[in-house]
């Protein structure tokens, strides 16, 4: 049976981590460790089912040691076509994790894992899966697997988790201005990277060693493919619908503070007024008009709540930071080109 | 069912399967047996997914968890509906009498399934992988036999799977058996190297062959003249046109998303004020 040692952070340092990873992380987890069979799990499940829709996802298990995470098998969770599909979900995991303990695997969630297009997986839903998941289990991580990126030349899985600053957010469920000004959240510091690393066993080495001697050498080399544009054009078009929300929602703020800035301007006003007419009457010797209680004359605006701005910073910063390591690995494919034809002419 | 041609398809993630199950067996089993699950079409097999059913093993008599196995059919059927029942697994190397029962109790399950035997205890020094058939033999009405005809494994993947298997292969070469995943320049650095080492070894072999050492053969020299033909002669100033405009698109949206990145940042101050 596989237990789970109780693992303090042991790292001194108390830096914020950005999400672009590296750098000492004060959290539980370390590093990732996952096996190769999770890897070819993951990719064979969105190749079969994925297509369609949106996002398939599913369950990570394994185990933690030391400051590791080492994921060691999954399993994917059926799509959401029917309308019970909430039921369906949480005793098709218990009797999966069930059956998998009769072989022997390892039954302890660790996580779970999603597939993302062209990189928008900062939503909501996943907001809030990851804090149910981590608020349970500390060590969980949500792996983000991309399709598109992989079948471009070089497989792309993440692993993050939400900085703990956010989970005190999540756990207040307090989105204000004012909270998140507290707590000093800024879009970068909502989701923490966790390097991955893959490993295999000696006899999953050898099954590989007989799958080389056994298949043609049909090595595509996607990788150098110089057609950028299409990947281009659809991570921009996404970049702008984001970045149109983005606005809007500037938009709403900017409303709600000048509203509220009118509106203390106005309180102020009939503070004034009232002290001046109580002077008024004083000099003529009336009585003094009664303190009204002034928040119940004007309600103040509703704040909106930041959390949605916040994701879709986030969002921007992935799209941005993805489109940059595109266009940077196109610079280098197109000198190369050029080398080529240089040598050539 | 008509008969299956003579090669069976297997996906990369069935083996991985088998071999992590191998070596999760229970105390005591030398063998670790599961079902395969597939797709049938009409003149090929493909095997896509499997799970391992717990067994056991003794010298007169074998017990296997048919409810399980049912149970495990059905939540996978759950995630992929159009997976069916193809065959059984077994590790080892032989095929022994305790096989000819687990066979019958597939064919109850899928017409004409498929055995797979992996021999992951290495007994002839490589993994030997293969798929029978199983054919009745003997004299009918009399004793009737059941033989295992063999049939041919072909490894076939997906694009996804194949970059991924490329990157598993790469764990075998550091001693830890452990690789990180790279980013940005150092992969299309690695491609790089990966084409050039290619392109060596078949300049060597031009070499050779001009020096006298190798013999010349013909379909090498038609492939190395498609390989020659297939750089495509542009004049100079159009290829520099292109690669020009090319840069500057790059650049210009490198240009717009560092300045998004900014944008959202001093957003983020002036909220925070």
Redesign the interface.
């Known amino acids: 049976m596989a237990s789970r040692k109780d693992s303090t952070s042991t790292t001194t340092t108390t830096a914020v981590v950005s999400s672009s990873g590296g750098g000492t992380l004060d959290s539980p987890v370390r590093q990732i460790q996952i096996e190769g069979l999770v890897v070819l799990k993951i990719i064979k499940h969105y190749q079969e089912e994925g297509q369609g829709s949106e996002v398939v996802q599913g369950v990570l298990l394994g185990l933690v040691v030391e400051d590791r995470l080492e994921i060691t098998n999954c399993f994917p969770f059926p799509q959401h076509t029917e309308d019970d599909a909430d039921f369906d979900e949480v005793q098709y995991q218990m009797e999966m994790m069930r059956s998998l303990r009769h072989v022997n695997i390892d039954h302890l969630h660790v996580g779970w894992y999603q597939s993302t297009f062209y990189g928008s997986f900062v939503s909501r839903a996943l907001l809030d899966s990851q804090f149910s998941y981590q608020h349970a289990i500390e060590e969980s991580v949500v792996l983000i697997y991309d399709p598109i990126k992989t079948s471009q030349g070089s497989l792309s899985l993440k692993a993050y988790r939400l900085t703990p600053e956010l989970m005190e957010i999540c756990k207040e469920k307090d989105f204000t201005p004012e909270a998140l000004k507290k707590a000093n959240i800024g879009f970068e510091h909502m989701f923490e990277e966790v390097p991955i690393v893959i490993k295999n066993s000696h006899l999953i080495s050898v099954l590989m060693w007989e799958l080389e001697d056994k298949s043609t050498v049909a090595d595509k080399h996607e990788l150098l493919n110089l057609s950028s544009s299409n990947h281009l054009e659809k991570s921009l078009q996404l970049l702008m619908d984001r970045v149109d929300d983005m606005s809007q929602d500037i938009v709403k703020y900017n409303t709600y503070s000048r509203n509220l800035s009118k509106q203390t301007q106005q309180k102020h006003q009939y503070v004034q007024r009232r002290q001046q007419e109580n002077v008024q009457r004083l000099s003529r010797g009336e009585p003094p008009l009664a303190e009204e209680d002034i928040s119940k004359l004007f309600k103040p605006p509703q704040p909106p709540p930041r959390m949605d701005t916040l994701l879709i910073a986030g969002q921007i910063n992935n799209y941005c930071h993805n489109v940059k390591e595109f266009t940077s690995q196109n610079l280098g494919k197109l000198f190369m080109a050029e080398a080529l034809q240089g040598h050539n002419s | 069912m008509s008969v299956y041609g003579p090669a069976v398809k297997i996906?990369?993630?069935v083996?991985?399967?088998i071999?992590?199950?191998?070596?999760?067996?229970?105390e005591g089993a030398v063998r670790v047996i599961g079902t395969l699950l597939g797709t049938i079409e009409k003149h090929s097999v493909e095997i896509?997914?499997c799970?391992?059913?717990?067994h056991n093993e003794s010298e007169d008599e074998v017990a296997v968890?048919m409810e399980?196995a049912k149970?495990?059919y059905e939540?996978h059927k759950?995630?992929?509906p159009?997976e069916v029942i193809i065959g059984w697994y077994a590790t080892g190397f032989d095929i022994t009498e305790h096989s000819v029962l687990i066979h019958e109790y597939y064919s109850r399950e899928a017409t004409n399934p498929i055995h797979l035997t992996v021999d992951?205890a290495?007994q002839s020094g490589?993994?030997n992988?293969r798929a029978y058939v199983s054919a009745q033999m003997g004299v009918p009405g009399k004793t009737v036999g059941v033989m295992f005809t063999p049939l041919s494994?072909k490894?076939i993947?997906?694009?996804?799977?194949?970059?991924?298997?490329?990157?598993?292969?790469r764990?075998?070469v550091t001693p830890?058996?452990?690789?990180?995943?790279?980013?940005?320049?150092s992969?299309?650095?690695g491609?790089?190297s990966?084409?050039q080492d290619m392109l060596t070894t078949v300049l060597t072999y031009i070499e050779d062959v001009l020096s006298g050492k190798g013999t010349a053969d013909n379909s090498v020299g038609r492939f190395l003249m498609d390989l020659i033909n297939k750089?495509p002669?542009?004049?100079?100033e159009d290829?520099e046109t292109m690669?020009n405009s090319?840069?500057n698109?790059?650049?210009m949206?490198?240009y717009?998303?560092?300045l998004?990145?900014a944008q959202?940042?001093l957003?983020?101050k002036l909220?925070?004020l």
């Open positions: 996906h990369p993630v083996l991985a399967s071999g992590d199950s191998y070596e999760r067996r229970n896509t997914n799970f391992s059913v717990p968890d399980f149970n495990m939540l759950r995630v992929s159009s992951t290495l490589k993994m992988i494994v490894y993947y997906y694009d996804t799977e194949r970059i991924g298997v490329d990157l598993l292969q764990t075998r830890s058996r452990t690789k990180g995943l790279t980013s940005d320049l992969q299309v650095a491609s790089a990966r084409v750089v002669t542009i004049s100079a290829f690669l090319n840069i698109d790059l650049l949206v490198t717009l998303s560092n998004t990145q959202i940042a957003n983020e909220v925070l």
